[in-house]
């Protein structure tokens, strides 16, 4: 007798079908705690996305979700070489937050492999993509209202009174999640798991099509 998964096997099953795409790496973190995806964009530039949550068998919290950039691939490989690395204030919007983390990575791993198309319409992305890998040492992280250096974090740190900048870190640019293709969400008890070879060859050109933003 067949085993059925649940909602969270599926999510991270269909996150593997998603991670056999051109560009898509699901990296091994050797903890269920921390799933790690690699992308690259359409623009050449590179992104790792990391879901993570606390260790326990009874912890209720949800998954927290981070996306860092960089220029090359090679920059996410040491710690010396993450000083070249930004992050970027992305996240799912909140209504699709009680959907299984696969559905949620995948959701993000496939808006960024189109980043081109993102940067249209999140000028953050933009600024990403434009900003020289030299200049990527000095960021600390990219957001809707500003870029954050690392010498704005040093210097107000200095000043005793971060909450200025530090504020504006705890809101991430929000993304719709993709939801017009059939059975692209899975998590009824019921449903088929999703067939990437069912689609057609631009299916990701539609899928990128389809992100949409919402502004506070």
Partial sequence: MECKLNPHEKSMQFLQEVCNIDGIELVDSNSIYNIVVRVRGRSGRHYEVEASRPIGLFMQNSWTTEVVGAARKRDFDTEKARAYTAKLCLNIHENKEHLPVGDRLASLALSLH????????????????????????????????????????????????????????????????????????????????????????NWLQDVSDDIMQRFD
Avoid at 146 to 172: C, F, K, S, W
């Fill in 114 to 201: 189109n980043d081109v198309k993102l940067a249209m319409e999140i000028p953050l992305v933009a600024q990403f993509i434009v900003c020289p890998r030299e200049e990527l040492y000095h960021v600390f992280t990219f957001q809707e209202e500003m870029v954050v250096t690392q010498d704005m974090i040093d210097d107000t740190a200095l000043e005793g009174n971060p909450r200025h900048v530090l504020e504006y870190m705890e809101e991430d640019r929000e993304i719709e999640f993709i939801d017009f293709l059939p059975g692209f969400w899975h998590v009824d008890g019921d449903e088929e798991a999703f067939d990437l070879d069912s689609i057609e060859t």
